[in-house]
């Protein structure tokens, strides 16, 4: 799990009558995501018609031709922390022509000795976990001499419902490049 431990979801089940846990790991869980909630909740149409609008956007972003890049995606300072490519992130970031670096990695987000990776061409300050702002993007920009771009943390990593306007978001930021 990569926002709850285990335990507290055993410790969660022992008093409250149902618990749901999830795991998107791309884009396309998504689906699957919306069906199993409103399952849970009573409400199978409503997710049918997230599981549509998810399909529309999906399919419009597959449609486009992105440029490809190899980016470092930070999500954490003191001490730099990224994605590897077996995450959400990577994985939504990838229908864009991003791909994360470093390519291997023995964690899901790991920690960073130095930031200059020789294979990135860009490098992501995402809003969240850690609350990267300009002073940030301006300081690394300067540092390391490649194009350093502020992104919403919610667009690139919440899925759910979330997941159809990230697509978009994406979509433009992408193009903007």
């Keep these: 799990m990569d926002e709850n431990r285990k335990e507290t979801a055993d410790a969660l089940a022992e008093f409250v009558p149902n618990v749901v846990i999830t795991h998107p790991l791309a884009p396309l ?4 995501l919306y069906r199993q909630i409103g399952k849970a909740f009573g409400k199978e149409r409503e997710a049918e018609l997230l599981c549509d609008r ?10 486009k031709n992105f440029e490809r890049k190899k980016v470092l995606y930070l999500i954490w300072k003191d001490p730099w922390m990224t994605v590897s490519r077996d995450t959400y992130v990577s994985r939504t970031l990838q229908l864009f022509g991003m791909y994360t670096v470093p390519e291997q990695a023995e964690k899901r987000y790991p920690e960073l ?32 001499n490649k194009p350093v771009h502020l992104v919403d943390g919610e667009m690139t990593s919440w899925y759910g419902p979330r997941a159809i306007e990230g697509l978009g978001y994406l979509a433009r930021f992408a193009a903007a490049l």
């Design 113 to 144: 000795k130095n930031l200059d990776l020789p294979g990135a061409d860009l490098v992501l300050l995402s809003t969240e976990p850690y609350r990267f702002r300009e002073k940030h993007r301006i300081g690394l920009q300067a540092s390391l």
């Design 29 to 32: 869980d998504n689906v699957a």
């Design 54 to 63: 998810f399909d529309v956007a999906f399919r419009t972003v597959q449609s």
